[in-house]
């Protein structure tokens, strides 16, 4: 059973940082992309970030360009995000997510496997 636990969030204030972590189990965790997701109150899930099974490549989605930072480290079966310049519309339940295959997509639907999710709130 492919299990997801996201930790590393809370309340920070703008333009500081918060680092997630994603911690994955029971899937051959370097044979997967991975992705990161949010979602505000209201609002439909959010591409956020996707990493290469290898860690190569990566792609970010628009908002969050330049400011967050996805890595992996396959030793630990753990995927990161590194989030800089924090803003307040940056405030969701932030996912990881397992990828269908060694690509990564940006769509929900290419991704199976989903965390409970963790809080990131930042205050302005």
């Known amino acids: 059973q492919v299990q997801l636990v996201e930790s590393g969030g809370g309340l920070v204030q703008a333009g500081g940082s918060l680092r997630l972590s994603c911690a994955a189990s029971?899937?051959?965790?370097?044979?997967?992309?991975m992705g990161w997701f949010r979602q505000a109150p209201g609002k439909e899930r959010e591409f956020v970030a996707a990493?290469?099974?290898?860690?190569?490549?990566?792609h970010y989605g628009d908002s969050v360009k330049g400011r967050f930072t996805i890595s992996r480290d396959n030793a630990k079966n753990t995927v990161y995000l590194q989030m800089n310049s924090l803003k307040p519309e940056d405030t969701a339940v932030y996912y990881c997510?397992?990828?269908?295959?060694?690509?990564?997509?940006?769509?929900?639907?290419?991704?199976?496997?989903w965390g409970q999710g963790t809080q990131v709130t930042v205050s302005s």
């Open positions: 029971g899937r051959t965790f370097a044979s997967y992309a």
């Open positions: 997510a397992t990828s269908l295959g060694k690509d990564y997509y940006t769509g929900v639907v290419g991704f199976d496997y």
């Open positions: 990493i290469s099974w290898s860690g190569e490549s990566s």
